[in-house]
Nanobody
């Protein structure tokens, strides 16, 4: 059974930084994409950043230049470094790992105060 465990969320003031981590464990097929999504209250879940295996990273326009996604393939871990955080970044952040199916983490709350 595949399990994704996220960590690193919390409360931070505007302009601050946080680093999210997500470790994937269990039996799974070859990972094609690792990424992060977020969902704010009353809004749909949206892609924040994705890191395809052997491909280029891509980011939502709203986070370009502020967030950086990285991954450690040996550890099946994906990170999201979030700098210059804004109140509008407040959301539950979900880790996503894609093989032939999508796996999701439980979500970690990020709250940015003004």
């Amino acid at each position: 059974q595949v399990q994704l465990v996220e960590s690193g969320g919390g409360l931070v003031q505007a302009g601050g930084s946080l680093r999210l981590s997500c470790v994937a464990s269990g039996r799974m097929r070859t990972i094609t994409v690792m990424g992060w999504y977020r969902q704010a209250p009353g809004k749909q879940r949206e892609l924040v950043a994705a890191f395809p295996s052997g491909g280029h990273t891509n980011y939502a326009d709203s986070v370009k230049g502020r967030f950086t996604i990285s991954r450690d393939n040996a550890k099946n871990t994906v990170y999201l470094q979030m700098n210059s955080l804004k109140p509008e970044d407040t959301a539950v952040y979900y880790c996503n790992v894609r093989t032939l199916v999508d796996y999701w983490g439980q979500g970690t709350q990020v709250t940015v105060s003004s």
